[in-house]
C-alpha cells in the first residue's frame, strides 16, 4: 500500500527530472482497438425527425443474482471492501450512526462489524486497554457535547420559553431558505405542505409509495398512446408484493385521496393525461399547468416526447432555449427518479431553485457537508425527491450506486453540458468519463438516457451518442447560434481603456447589465456582497443585455456559450470581444499545462502499481505529493487513474477520495491495541494511515471514520485528518507498462492538440473579423455578425471541430537567443532536476506541480518566450539538457 513515506522514499534517484537520458528501452505500444463509430450525425438545423423505428425489446432488469455474476466477472476482492464499502447502507437503514454517540469502544458495534468481516480478528488483543501510561498525557478536555444532544436538548427547551412562530411557507426547491438538516435527531425544515406543492406530487406523482417496476423503456414510440396505466399494471401486476407493500400502498392511496381533493388547481388530472397519452395536446396542456408557457419551443416537444417513450435522445438547442423542461416534463410524467448530472454546484443549485414549485428536488455535490449529504438521503428515501441533481464526482461511485440498491427507480438520466464527456469537447471533464450507457445500464438500471449541450462540433456529438448509446436517428439540434446577438469585435492593444471606452459609447452606455468575462479574474472578484448578489439575480433571471470579452474564449463554443447569457429573453443584445495578441499567447500556453511524458507517466503507474499494493486492497495516492512529485497536475492525475478504471481493460476500481493520515489524541479511552500498533507517535500524537488500518481490520475507510467520529462525539478522543488522497483498489495488472503508458501519454498529447487547434480555431475566426473581413457581407465597423456567424456554421459543420487557421503564423518559429537561453537558464539553475517539459514551462511561464510560479516566476527567463511554439521550445530545451547531461554536469 502506498503511504505518504514510501512517496518519499520511492523516488530517492530523482530519476523523473532530468529525463533526457532516453526512456527505459520499450515495446512500441500496441495503439487502442479502433472505437466503434456510431451512424452519421446529421447536423442540419432543424432537423426533420425521421419515423420511429421499431427498436429492440429492452432487456429485462437484470436480477440481483445476474448482477452478482455479472460482477464476478472481475478479479475476486475483499467482501470488505465491495460489500458496503462506506458503511452507507448501515447508516441508511439505522438513520445516522454519527449520532449514536453513546455507544462506548468496549460494547460498540464496530467491534462486531470487524469480527464479522474479520472472523480471525482478536477483539481481546485488539481492544485491550494498554497500560495507562502509554496514554498520551495531556489533560483530558471538557467532554464534548454531542451534536445531537445539544440539538435535542435545544429542542426540547425552546418551545417552552418562546411562542412557536409560524412555520414559514417555503419554495420545496428553495436552495436559500431550508437549513441543512441537523444529523438526525436534530429538528428537520418543516417542507410546504398541501395546496399544489411539495406533498401533492410526492404522492402522486413519484410512485414510491408503491414498489412498481415500472421500467419507461417499456414504451416504445409507437406506443406513445397507450395507457401509462395499463403499462405499469403489465409491468408491475405480475410481481409479487409482499404485506409491507400492501401497507405502504393503502397509507399511499389513502394520502392521494387526500391531496387530490386539495389539488385545486387540477394538475394531477393533466399528469395523469400525459401519463395515458403523451400526446402534443396533452403535454402543452401539462405545460401550461405546471410551467404556465403557453407553447413548447423548437425541438422541446419531440424531445419530452421521445424520453417519455423511453428512448436517449441527444438534444442540442442554444443557450438559453430551454433544455432543462425537457427533463422537468418527463420528470413529471415518468414514475421514477430523474436523475440530472450537471458539471458545476452553481448549476445545479440554479437548476434546483427552477424546478416547478411541485416537482420536488434534491442535490449531490462533491462539497457537500456530512449533513447536507444525509438530509438529501433521507428525504430521498422518504421520497420526497423526484429529481436529483449529482455532480459527476458523486455519480457511479460506491457510495452513490448503494443509495440506489433495491429501492429507488431511476427513470432517467439527464446529462447537462453533455460535451464534457468527450475529450475533443473544449470542456472535457475526467469525471464525466464514467457517465457510458454500458455503465449506467449496468449499476443503475437505467434505461433512457437523454444527454443535453448548446454546442458541440459533429465530432463531438459523435463522441457523446457513442458513449451514451444514443441511435443517430434520435439527435434533435437546432442552430448552435441565437438571432439575437449583435456581435463585434476590435483588436485593441489597452484593453482596460478600450474597456472603458465602450463602456462609454453607444449601444453599451445605455445598458444596465453587463457581463464582462476576464479569463483571470472571477465576476465578483472585489463586488460588495449586496452588489454581487444583484449581478447574480440578472445572471439568473435572463436580464442581461451586454456581455463583453476582456479576453479571448478558448474556443467557439466557450463564445457561444458565454455570449449566450446575454439576451436570453429573445431581446436585441450585445456581445463584444476585445482581440490582443498577449492574452491570445498567454491562452495558449497554458493550453499545454496538461501535457505528460511518457517517461513521467510510467513512473506513475509503477507507483499505482506498486508491488507494495495489493490487489484487491485499498491503495492511496496522496493528491499533492503525488503531483509535486511526478509534475502532473491533479486533475491530470485523476484523468489517468480515470482511465485506467473505465478503458478497455478495467485496472483499477476508484473509490472516493479521502483525507487519508489520522492524527490522533485520547482523552479518555487509551488507544486500542489493534491501532496502536499501526500507528506511529509524533509529537505526542498517534500518526497513522487509514487505509491501512482499513485493509488490516477488513473494513472500509469509511467505517474507520465512523468509528473516529462516535468516539469524538462522546468527547474521548480528538483527531484530525489530513493528505486528501485518491483511492482506488487494483484489480488487474498491465501486463505492459510501456505500452500502456505510451498510449496513455498519446491519448493526453491528443487532448492537447485537440485544446490548441480549438483555441487556435477562435482566434482565427476574431483575427479574420478584425483584419479579413471585407465588411461586404452586412459587417460594418466592428460589428461583425456575419461573419463571425458564417464562421462558426463552417467550423460546427466541420467534422473534427478545426477550421482553416491562420494563428501559427502569428507564433514564431524560432528566436536566435532561445538555445543560448536555454543553457544558460540550464547552468545557473544546475541544482534542479530538470525535463524538457519542465523547462519550456518556464520559459513559457506555465506554472506546474514541482516548477511552481510562486518560486519560478522570479527567474528572469521565466515567460520569456511565450510567442515560440511550445514543442519547439521543448525541442531546444531536450537539445540542452543532453549536451548538460552529456559533460557530466
Ligand atoms: N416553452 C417555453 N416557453 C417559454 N419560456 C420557456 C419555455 N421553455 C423554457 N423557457 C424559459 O427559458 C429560459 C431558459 O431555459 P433553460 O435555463 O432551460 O435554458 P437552457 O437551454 O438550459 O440554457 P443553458 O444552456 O444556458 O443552460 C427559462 O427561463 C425557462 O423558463
Known sequence: ???????????????????????????????????????????????????????????????????????????????????????????????????????????????????????????????????????????????????????????????????????????????????????????????????????????????????????????????????????????????????????????????????????????????????????????????????????????????????????????????????????????????????????????????????PAFLPGGLLGSSQTSDEFHDTLRRLRAGEIKVLFVSPERFLNEEFLLIFRDTLPISLVAIDEAHCISEWSHNFRPSYLRLRASLLRRKLNVQCILAMTATATTQTLEEIMNALEIPSGNLIQTSQLRENLQLSISLSDNRLKDLMLLFKSPPFVDMRSIIVYCKFQSYHSGLLIKNRSRVQELFCSNKIRVVIHYSLPESLEEYIQETGRAGRDGRLSHCHLLLDLSTFYKIRSLSHSDGVDEYAMSKFLYQIFSSENTTGYICSLVKELTSRKFDIKEEVLLTILTQLEIGHQQYIRLLPQFSVTCTL????????????????????????????????????????????????????????????????????????????????????????????????????????????????????GSQHTPCIQKKIMQYFGNGDGTSENDCRTQLQKSSPFLQADIKVFIQSNSFAKFTPRAVARIMHGISSPAFPSATWSKNHFWGRYVEVDFPLVMEAAKAELVKFVGKGE
Open 1 to 355: 500500500m502506498y503511504s505518504p513515506s514510501h512517496a518519499a522514499d520511492s523516488d530517492s534517484d530523482g530519476s523523473l527530472l532530468s529525463d533526457v537520458s532516453a526512456s527505459p528501452p520499450r515495446r512500441r505500444s500496441p495503439p487502442p482497438p479502433p472505437k466503434q463509430r456510431p451512424k452519421p450525425v446529421s447536423t442540419s438545423t432543424p432537423k426533420p425527425k425521421p419515423k420511429p423505428k421499431p427498436k429492440p425489446k429492452p432487456k429485462p432488469n437484470p436480477t440481483p443474482a445476474s448482477v452478482a455474476s455479472a460482477s464476478a466477472a472481475v478479479p475476486a476482492l475483499r467482501a470488505a471492501a465491495l460489500s458496503d464499502p462506506h458503511g452507507l447502507a448501515a447508516r441508511i437503514a439505522a438513520g445516522s450512526a454519527l449520532t449514536a454517540a453513546s455507544t462506548t469502544v468496549s460494547s460498540s458495534s464496530f467491534r462486531r462489524l470487524v469480527q464479522s468481516r474479520n472472523p480471525t480478528f482478536d477483539p481481546a488483543t485488539a481492544f485491550t486497554a494498554p497500560a495507562p501510561s502509554d496514554a498520551p498525557t495531556a489533560a483530558p478536555p471538557a467532554p464534548c457535547v454531542p451534536p445531537a444532544a445539544a440539538a435535542a436538548a435545544a429542542a426540547t427547551d425552546a418551545p417552552q420559553q418562546q411562542p412557536q412562530a409560524r412555520p414559514k411557507r417555503v419554495h420545496p426547491n428553495s436552495v436559500s431558505e431550508v437549513a441543512p438538516a441537523a444529523a438526525a435527531g436534530g429538528e428537520q425544515p418543516k417542507r410546504a405542505r398541501g395546496g399544489s406543492e411539495g406533498n401533492f406530487v410526492r404522492l402522486n406523482i413519484n410512485g414510491y409509495g408503491r414498489r412498481r417496476t415500472f421500467k419507461n423503456a417499456q414504451a416504445r414510440r409507437s406506443t406513445k398512446c397507450r395507457s401509462w396505466r395499463r403499462q405499469r399494471a403489465a409491468a408491475g401486476g405480475a410481481a409479487p408484493r409482499d404485506q409491507g407493500d400492501e401497507e405502504g400502498d393503502l397509507v399511499a392511496e389513502a394520502l392521494m385521496e387526500r391531496e387530490k381533493k386539495s389539488a385545486s388547481d387540477g394538475i394531477l388530472e393533466v399528469v395523469e393525461a400525459a401519463r395515458e397519452d403523451a400526446s402534443e395536446q396533452n403535454l402543452e396542456r401539462l405545460l401550461k399547468a405546471a410551467c404556465g408557457y403557453d407553447s413548447f419551443r423548437e425541438g422541446q416537444l419531440e424531445a419530452i416526447q421521445n424520453v417519455v417513450a423511453g428512448e436517449s435522445t441527444m438534444l442540442v438547442l442554444p443557450t438559453g432555449a430551454g433544455k432543462s423542461l425537457c427533463y422537468q416534463v418527463p420528470a413529471m410524467i415518468l414514475p421514477g427518479l430523474t436523475l440530472v448530472v450537471s458539471p458545476l454546484l452553481s448549476l445545479m443549485v440554479d437548476q434546483l431553485r427552477k424546478l
Open 665 to 780: 489524541n485520547f482523552h479518555k479511552t487509551p488507544i486500542l491495541g489493534s491501532w496502536k500498533n499501526r500507528s506511529e507517535m509524533k509529537d505526542g500524537h498517534y500518526v497513522f494511515d487509514i487505509p491501512r488500518i482499513a485493509n488490516d481490520l477488513k473494513i472500509t475507510m469509511n467505517e474507520v471514520s465512523d468509528h473516529l467520529h462516535k468516539l469524538k462525539f462522546s468527547g474521548e478522543i480528538s483527531f484530525e485528518l489530513k493528505d486528501p488522497a485518491y483511492c482506488y483498489v487494483i484489480l488487474w495488472r498491465p501486463d505492459d507498462f510501456n505500452a500502456l503508458s505510451a498510449n496513455l501519454t498519446r491519448w493526453l498529447s491528443e487532448v492537447e492538440s485537440s485544446k490548441i487547434r480549438k483555441l487556435d480555431a477562435m482566434f482565427a475566426l476574431a483575427n479574420f473579423a478584425v483584419k479579413g473581413c471585407k465588411r461586404t457581407g452586412g459587417c460594418s
